[in-house]
C-alpha cells in the first residue's frame, strides 16, 4: 500500500511511531491543453507516476516508508487559456494549498515530505518554489540544470509541451489516453519555450502553438516513456534519501 488516503488514522499513527521514517510524496500537475493527442491531465500523470514507481522501489527499504499524498491537479496554466480544458488557480491559491497542508503534515510529526511537479509554467514553479521554501519542506525541481541534464534532449530544448518527452511518459504509463493516430500526424513544431517567454510571449498561440503542443508527438514511444520514467524515478529516489 503506497497511498497515504488509503491507510487508517490507526495506520498513520503507527507511521509515526515505527521503525522506518516516513517520507510523503506530493504529485503537483495541472489541467491544461496537450496538442490534440494527449490528455489535459498529463503533467499530474507524469508527477504521480513517478511517485508511485519511487515509492515501489523503497516499498521493502529498511529505512523509509514512503507514501503517496492526494495529488494536487490545478496549478498556474495562463498560457494555455486559449484552448478549450484549460483551468488555472491564482499563485495566492497554489501557495495558499501547498503552504497549509505542508504545515497541516508537519504539525503532526510528518516533517519529510517532498513536492513533485512536472507543470513547467513560470509562474507555477516559482509559487511552488516559495510555497516549499517556506514551508520547510523538499521540492524537486525538475527545471534546474543539474536534474534536467539528466532528462531527454527534447525536454533539455525547452521544446517539450505534450511533446516527444511527455507523449512518452503518458503512453508509458496510461497508453488508453493518448490518441496515438493522431500523434502519428503531427508535425514537429520546434518552440524554444523559456526563450519565448523571455521574449515576452504571454500564451500558445503568440509563441506558434496554434494546436498546444511543441516538439515531437509523433516520435512518442512506451520505450522511451519507462526509461524517462526511470531517469525521473531515480532523481526522486536520490532527493528522498536526502530528505531522510
Known sequence: MTAFADLTSTQVAELLSGP?????????????????????????????????????????????????????NYGVTRLA??????????EATLHALVTEVCAGLVAQGFARIVVVNNHFE?????????????AGVAYLDLV?????????????????????????????DHP????????ATLPP??????AVMAEGKADFLAMGMDRA???????????????TFDTLTDLLVETIREVA
Do not use: W
Not at 46 to 72: H, N
Not at 189 to 194: A, E, K, N, S, T
Open 144 to 172: 534546474r540544470r543539474h536534474n534536467a541534464e539528466r532528462l531527454t534532449d527534447e525536454f533539455r530544448s525547452g521544446s517539450c509541451h505534450a511533446g516527444q518527452y511527455e507523449t512518452s511518459l503518458v503512453l508509458a
Open 81 to 90: 487559456a486559449g484552448f478549450p480544458g484549460a483551468i488555472s488557480v491564482s
Open 213 to 227: 503542443y511543441c516538439g515531437d508527438p509523433a516520435g512518442a514511444s512506451v520505450a522511451e516513456g519507462q526509461s
Open 189 to 194: 513544431v520546434p518552440v524554444d519555450l523559456p
Open 20 to 72: 522506518r521514517k516516513p517520507v510523503l510524496l506530493l504529485p503537483v500537475g495541472a489541467v491544461e491543453p496537450h496538442g490534440p493527442h494527449a490528455p489535459l491531465g498529463t503533467d499530474e500523470i507524469i508527477s504521480a507516476g513517478m511517485c508511485e514507481r519511487a515509492a515501489a522501489r523503497l516499498a521493502d527499504d529498511a529505512d523509509v516508508r514512503v507514501l503517496v499524498l492526494p495529488a494536487f
Open 122 to 134: 513560470p509562474a507555477h514553479v516559482a509559487t511552488l518554489r516559495k510555497a516549499t521554501a517556506e
Open 176 to 183: 488508453e489516453l493518448v490518441d496515438t493516430a493522431t500523434a
